[in-house]
Structures are given as structure tokens and as C-alpha cells.
């Protein structure tokens, strides 16, 4: 009587446990790219790579701040354009959001703290 086992070599038994499974990619359903790692976004609905994530976030960020902003991120290509779009917009003086007032606001209450705790050292 001949055992099932018997009808394979050690070669065949080896080749089936080195065998490891490649993990499967899916895709973006935003750029359409494979990605290992999707994020579900749930204002969105849907499964994202981490860049088209990314923008996603920055998109809603820049909604609920100026709708000047919006704007240019919605023209913006990536990533990058969009973080340049923001860069850009808090310097701007933007009249809708008044983000250079703020700024500029910002940077004059600190040179005020850094002139007050100066000047309270010396004497």
C-alpha cells in the first residue's frame, strides 16, 4: 500500500512551506495607484493612499479657513502645491479671512513678550 505522502519528494514539500504570500495592493479609489496601506477617510467616504489623504485633509483644513484659500487649494496639483498654497495664503493679507492681520498680529505680540522680558532683566 502506497501512502499519498509518498508520491512527493522533499523538493515539492520545501518549495510548498517557502512559499510566502505577497502581500496584496490595493488601489486608491482617489488616484487609482497600488498602495499597501489605504486610510479610510470618513468625511469622504472612501479608501485613500496616504497622499490623496493628505490632500483630502488639507482640502477640508482650508474650507472651514477662508474661502479664498479653498479656492486655490481646489486649483492646486498635490500635495506640495496645496502646502505652498497655505505658506502663501498666511502672509497674504487676505481680506476674507484677514490671515496677514493675524500674522502680522501674531508676530507683534511676541516681539512685545520678548521686549518686556528684556527690559524686566535689566533693571
Known sequence: MRFHEEEYNAADK???????PTPV????????RACEELIYLEGWKFRACPA??????LTDEAERLCPALYDEVIR??????????????????CNECESGRK???REL????DRQASGTEGVA
Not at 490623496?52 to 485633509?57: K, L
Open 14 to 20: 520545501q518549495a510548498f512551506y517557502d512559499t510566502v
Open 25 to 32: 495592493s490595493e488601489q486608491c479609489q482617489n488616484c487609482g
Open 52 to 57: 490623496c489623504a493628505r490632500e483630502c485633509q
Open 76 to 93: 492646486a496639483n498635490g500635495v506640495r502645491e496645496i502646502e505652498a498654497a497655505f505658506k502663501a495664503h498666511a502672509a497674504s493679507g
Open 103 to 105: 500674522t502680522a498680529q
Open 109 to 112: 505680540t511676541a516681539s512685545e
